[in-house]
């Protein structure tokens, strides 16, 4: 039986002792040894060792023909065939797709790595750190976690496996919905911190943006707070009360409308807070978080105020030259007999909305009988657009603290090109695809069985995913 040879780049050739023959002679022509003889009969016996087996490994061949090498009367001889292995390796190195990235990227020419992110500003050391992590997890995955056909078929085309620089070496998920309210209400731990929940708006805003960041570092997508009016509306409630007992205290006239007006700026100045928070944190991933709020359908005054607050923020701008902010993304929800037309209760505030649309391209508008419509029941979208499905614990509709793994797109005008015509050939083609989709799709669930909570702990907090750090 003659072997196979698995070469380093995957592939397989058939074994052959002519080129274990031809690479002694190399390195006995440059350590001035002149036996072609003995350089054949060392091929010869390295031949030997590797014949009854079906596969062997570049790797095995070579520490065989060092031994053999070793303990024969060239020393010299051996010395030169491990230099020149270990020349050949580095040039062999060089060569490969991994250094070119590398370099690509130290060398700042490699403008598909640079410029592939708009959110990431590769011009900055902890970006270039994350991206070196990404080409080493893409390369790693490629070689050694992801299926053969898998791999050809990304490289050719055929599908797309997004986010290969974090997933599947990363026991990574990519977008979701944060449970705000779990966190706030039951408090936390973070870092070396307990959180407790917060007495005021202000404070629950700046915890919000530390929570932002955390779970932005531990995930690869979009992170979403959802009806964000109305999970922080019970804050808004605290620093009234505050304010309220200020006033009683000091007997001050009106004090209740007092509470309100302190309230009001009180609450204006924690959205401004948390907008500029967003807009200059970086996370671990080398970007600013790509974080979505939520909002419009709550009716409080408290829900109402924020979502004032929200608009009003945005709509003044960023800085003295009043730039539009990039993040957090904004998602007002429209709904027939709450904001939708004239006399509803928060039409005021869709008013408000739209002028904030017509100045700030912002918020997108959500269409609440339409989503439910189509997903089944209401939330806001994780990051750009992806909505979960529905999921019922116990009678009740959960959405928060739920997330996606992943996406895989399929390339459908290639099929259709493929098919030249032939609708048989293209739903054959489409069904082959979709089962090597489904399949890179499995990948990473695989990746994430067994993983511990303590790897995530901010993002694996929720009511489906709240785990203590040692549960799966």
């Not at 900055?124 to 078929?153: E, S």
């Not at 989709?437 to 990746?447: V, Y």
Request: with cysteine; aromatic share 8%.
């Amino acid at each position: 039986m003659t072997p196979h040879v698995m070469k380093r780049d995957g592939c397989k050739v058939p074994f052959t002792s002519e080129r274990i023959r031809e690479a002694i002679l190399r390195a006995a022509k440059a350590a001035g040894v002149d036996d072609a003889d003995y350089c054949a009969t060392v091929a010869e016996s390295v031949s030997q060792q590797m014949a009854g087996r079906s596969q062997v490994d570049i790797g095995e061949i070579q520490v065989a023909v060092e031994n053999q090498l070793m303990a024969g009367n060239y020393k010299q001889l051996a010395r030169a065939y491990i230099e020149y292995r270990h020349d050949r390796d580095i040039e062999r190195e060089k060569r490969g797709r991994l250094n070119q990235e590398i370099r690509g990227l130290v060398e700042q020419t490699n403008s598909a790595l640079l410029n592939e992110n708009a959110n990431k500003d590769s011009k900055v050391i902890p970006t270039q750190r994350d991206l070196l992590a990404g080409i080493v997890a893409k390369h790693y995955a490629k070689q050694h976690l992801l299926p053969r056909d898998v791999v050809l078929a990304h490289e050719r085309g055929d599908i797309h496996y997004h986010d290969l620089d974090y997933s599947p070496f990363f026991p990574m998920f990519n977008c979701m919905l944060i449970d705000l309210k779990g966190m706030l209400t039951h408090g936390f731990k973070m870092g070396n911190a307990e959180i407790e929940p917060p007495k005021s708006i202000s404070t629950a805003t700046a915890v919000t943006a530390q929570i932002i960041a955390q779970v932005a570092s531990h995930i690869y997508g979009g992170t979403t707070i959802n009806r964000i009016d109305e999970v922080l509306a019970p804050f808004v409630t605290e620093s009234f009360n505050k304010h309220r007992k200020i006033a009683e205290e000091w007997q001050i006239p009106n004090a209740e409308e007092y509470a309100h007006s302190r309230t009001e700026k009180e609450c204006y100045d924690a959205f401004q807070s948390l907008e500029y928070e967003v807009n200059t944190l970086h996370t671990a991933n080398g970007q600013t978080p790509f974080v979505t709020f939520g909002f419009g359908l709550g009716t409080s005054w408290e829900s109402r105020l924020i979502q004032k607050s929200i608009l009003r923020n945005r709509i003044a701008g960023l800085g003295k030259n009043r730039k539009t902010a990039v993040f957090p993304k904004l998602v007002f929800a429209i709904r027939d007999g709450l904001n939708h037309k004239f006399g509803d209760a928060n039409y005021d505030i869709k008013q408000l909305a739209l002028e904030c649309a017509s100045k700030r391209m912002y918020p997108d508008i959500l269409n609440y009988d339409q989503v439910v419509k189509v997903t089944g029941s209401f939330k806001t979208p994780m990051g750009c657009r992806s909505f979960l499905g529905v999921y019922e614990e116990n009678g009740e509709q959960i959405h928060d603290g739920r997330n996606n793994l992943g996406v895989i797109s399929l390339n459908l005008p290639r099929i259709a090109l493929e098919a030249k015509g032939d609708e048989a050939t293209f739903w054959k083609l489409l069904d082959d695809r979709l089962q090597l989709a489904r399949k890179a799709l499995m990948t990473r669930i695989a990746r994430l069985e067994g993983v511990k909570a303590r790897v995530a702990p901010y993002p694996l907090y929720g009511r489906r995913l709240r785990c203590p750090p040692e549960g799966r």
